[in-house]
């Protein structure tokens, strides 16, 4: 593990030429070791990485200093097929794990596409699906609050255009939040949501009913003003 901590200091010092010819060598060597290793080895650094309140964050600062850092290469040659066996294997923990790791499967389309064949998955990458399905396995908090964060972050697209309309049919964005509640339901800080809930929902609302008399309006701005509603 020496060029491991080598590498590291030198990513961490900023000489990325150099880190990034470390990081591969680590990796070819890694790949000569015994399965059991390299298992050890990936669940480690994504022990650390991945014990955040959150998905794993885009490059940034923050994410470029930290000490435990996946980057895409050893992503792709060391964690990514044990994440494809451990899914299988109907791993919780791995699972989620793949869910916050979604920053990788969005860069790399090739890639994402052979993992989901890998694991019999059709269609495209979903975070959410990963994490409900871990938390169907193992109902733990972490994981429901991850799932519900991700849930919100989706609702809150829905609305960014807000006050000139959701993007979705009301009955579409009723099933969203809906969704949303009875996973809400599940969790032991119902309180964190509570005002946000009314927000979408007020929203829900509303929306509901502009789009089912949108003959006496001009949009939905119209609609707030001529009923002295501010949404956004």
């Given at each position: ?9 030198t ?5 990325k030429?150099?880190?990034t010819k470390?990081?591969l ?9 015994d ?15 991945l ?6 964050p ?6 470029s ?7 895409h ?9 044990i ?8 791993s919780?923990?791995?699972i989620k ?5 979604e920053?990788f499967?969005y ?10 064949r890998q694991?019999?998955v ?8 990963f994490?409900?399905k ?6 733990n908090?972490?994981?429901l ?6 849930q919100a ?14 993007l979705?049919?009301?009955?579409d964005?009723?099933?969203v939040?809906a ?7 599940k969790?032991?800080?119902k309180e ?13 609302g ?16 119209d ?5 002295n509603?501010?949404?956004?």
């Open positions: 593990m020496d060029l491991w901590d080598q590498y590291n200091k990513r961490l010092a900023g000489d030429k150099t880190a470390m990081l060598n680590f990796i070819a060597l890694l790949k000569e070791k399965k059991g290793h390299i298992e050890d080895f990936a669940n480690d650094l994504c022990k650390k990485a014990d955040i309140d959150g998905i794993l885009n490059n940034g600062v923050k994410v200093n930290d000490i435990d850092r996946i980057q290469p050893i992503f792709k040659e060391i964690v990514l097929p994440l494809v066996e451990q899914y299988l294997e109907d919780p923990m791995h794990w793949i869910g916050q790791l920053q499967f860069s790399d389309k090739v890639t994402t596409e052979n993992f989901l694991i019999n059709e269609g495209y990458f979903s975070t959410l699906h994490l409900e871990s938390f169907a396995i193992d109902p908090q972490d994981t609050s991850l799932l519900l964060k991700r972050q989706d609702i809150e697209y829905l609305v960014h255009e807000l006050p000139w309309m959701v979705t049919e009301p009955a964005f009723n099933l939040l969704d949303f509640k009875d996973y809400l339901a969790s032991e800080y964190t949501w509570r005002t946000r809930l009314m927000e979408w929902e007020n929203i829900a509303h929306w509901a009913v502009y789009c089912a008399r949108k003959t006496f309006y001009k949009d939905f701005i609609y707030q003003e001529q009923n509603i501010a949404l956004a």
